[in-house]
């Protein structure tokens, strides 16, 4: 087996009287694509902002190989290469697709923001225009490069957000519903997109509730219910597991594929 790339271990929060995600534990393995799913209100982002130290967990721990992670501020823990995308995109809205793409890559030059705001070294400014073009060129936006970021339709500004977190280049590559607002085609190209990632030994968190696209891509499936781990395990397995059928339908029809409820994932 290979090396276990996170660990993710008994790991719980709560929001006041919310137990938004309760003694939850799983691996994923280096170069594995994991698939975390579950309806809505499950504890999929909660679990994905503690992993990437927005916030703390109550208890339990998270660990990228021998590093702890878990009580880290969200720039070390980047630091040690985890980077995510986000359901509600986040983009620098006064800067151009290129300039999104070249701030990933400065956090991935440590020191870089003061550079970026100094425009400290002219070489580098190169070095990094060059990088990010290379990983604008990767979601297929190269010809995009100067627009205004807002500017872009919902699909791109999702495309661009994945760009900008492969300039970190990333170990560990969280993405939170990475197909919300993508056309059918643009899905398909995000999946063989994410096969690709996973090619170059990066390990792939992935919300979300696409199952064509989840059974497709994802190595493991891990099931969220109300906060606690349902089930998990690889895609097929998953899929026909009579509780991961229940907590999408709410009954068992005795249909083995799980087709997610709208009302309850929100789509
Ligand atoms: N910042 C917060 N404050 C209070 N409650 C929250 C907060 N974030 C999430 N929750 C609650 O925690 C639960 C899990 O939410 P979330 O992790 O967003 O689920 P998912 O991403 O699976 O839809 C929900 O009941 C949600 O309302
Ligand atoms: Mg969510």
Same mark, same amino acid.
């Given at each position: ?42 504890? %999929? ?30 720039? %070390? ?151 606690? %781990? ?38």
């Amino acid at each position: 087996m290979s090396e276990s790339t996170l660990r993710v271990s008994g790991v719980s929060k709560s929001f006041g009287g919310v137990r938004a995600v309760r003694d939850v534990s799983f691996e994923a393995h280096q170069g594995q694509i994991v698939a975390v799913i579950g309806p809505n209100g499950a504890g %999929k982002t909660t679990l994905f902002h503690m992993i990437s130290g927005i916030f703390p967990p109550d208890s339990g721990q998270i660990w990228l190989d021998r590093t702890r992670l878990d009580h880290m501020p969200a720039h %070390k823990v980047a630091g040690c290469g985890v980077a995510r995308t986000f359901q509600n995109i986040q983009l620098f809205s006064t800067m151009t697709v290129l300039e999104n793409v070249m701030m990933g890559h400065y956090r991935h030059q440590r020191a870089g923001l003061l550079r970026c705001i100094t425009g400290y070294s002219r070489r580098e400014d190169r070095e990094t225009r060059t990088a990010a073009l290379r990983h604008l060129s990767r979601v297929g936006l190269e010809d995009k490069a100067d627009l205004a970021a807002p500017g872009l339709p919902l699909g791109e500004q999702r495309l661009l957000e994945l760009a900008r977190a492969l300039a970190l280049e990333p170990r560990l590559l969280l993405l939170d519903e990475p197909t919300a607002g993508l056309n059918a085609l643009e899905t398909v190209r995000l999946g063989a997109m994410i096969g690709r990632i996973r090619a170059n030994d990066v390990t792939v968190l992935l919300v979300e509730h696409d199952m064509n696209l989840v059974m497709s891509v994802a190595d493991w499936v891990v099931v969220l219910n109300y906060g606690e %781990k349902l089930a998990e395990g690889r895609p097929d397995d998953v899929q026909n597991a009579p509780e991961v059928v229940e907590a999408y339908l709410g009954h068992d029809n005795g249909d083995a594929a799980v087709q997610p409820d709208p009302e309850r994932i929100g789509v």
